[in-house]
């Protein structure tokens, strides 16, 4: 079963400090991964993909295969980084997201 | 991208009532997808949605309850039936396009 934990419900950092938000799937397969961010009275849009291997607003995710592991990461948080965010994944094909909970970072100035 | 809008925005409700929220895309996709958002939690998948089939729904969620309605090709309608207090959530649409996945804005509704 395809199955996507994020173990913190809410993360709080001071502003200028690193940022790990930790996110782990279940899956037989390869699946694709996604971060999903939804920052205050917005709608949820992707911030980047596992297949793109890019940088969106400092944010990085390295997908480990043998940790089942996809965590997002920034060195130096900015108070623009308040936002909820979702990790999610999806089998090959147009097939839907499947989304953790969601961690709340909080990023205190 | 893909330009989703979903009406009503919000809404309050009586037990036992029924809503219908509307999707519309800007252009065409063939699956359309429904979440629900409750109070606190993350987005669970209600159904798939394809143009001139049955919707498929997943586990916990049937017809009877979730009526889906998928006309043609940019609209997609999801109606909440014989509504009570555990149905209040955020309803969302959702397409797929070009390996992204994109979400309308939502539908807030409170049922009393």
């Known amino acids: 079963a395809q199955r996507v934990t994020q173990p913190e419900k809410l993360l709080s950092v001071f502003k200028g400090a690193p940022v790990e938000l930790k996110c782990n799937y279940s899956y037989s397969g390869s699946p694709e991964l996604f971060w999903y961010v939804q920052y205050s009275r917005q709608r949820l849009q992707l911030l980047l993909r596992?297949?793109s291997r890019e940088s969106i607003k400092g944010f990085t995710a390295d997908l480990n295969k043998g940790e089942t592991s996809f965590h997002l990461k920034k060195p130096f948080a900015q108070e623009e980084d308040s936002a909820m965010y979702y990790c999610?994944?999806?089998?090959?094909?147009?097939?839907?997201?499947?989304f953790g909970k969601g961690t709340r970072l909080s990023v205190i100035a | 991208s893909a330009v989703i809008s979903q009406k009503p925005s919000r809404d309050i409700c009586q037990r036992g009532t029924s809503l219908t929220i509307q999707c519309q895309v800007d252009s065409q996709v063939t699956m359309m997808f429904w979440y629900r958002q409750q109070p606190g939690q993350s987005l669970t998948l209600i159904a798939t949605a394809n143009q001139g089939s049955e919707a498929t729904y997943e586990s916990g969620f049937v017809i009877d309850k979730f009526p889906i309605s998928r006309p043609n090709l940019t609209f997609s309608t999801l109606t909440v039936s014989n509504m009570s207090p555990e149905d209040s959530s955020i309803y969302l649409c959702?397409?797929?396009?070009?390996?992204?996945?994109?979400f309308g804005p939502g539908t807030r509704l409170t049922v009393l």
């Open positions: 596992h297949i």
């Open positions: 959702s397409v797929s396009r070009t390996r992204e996945q994109f």
């Open positions: 999610a994944l999806r089998s090959p094909g147009n097939t839907p997201l499947v």
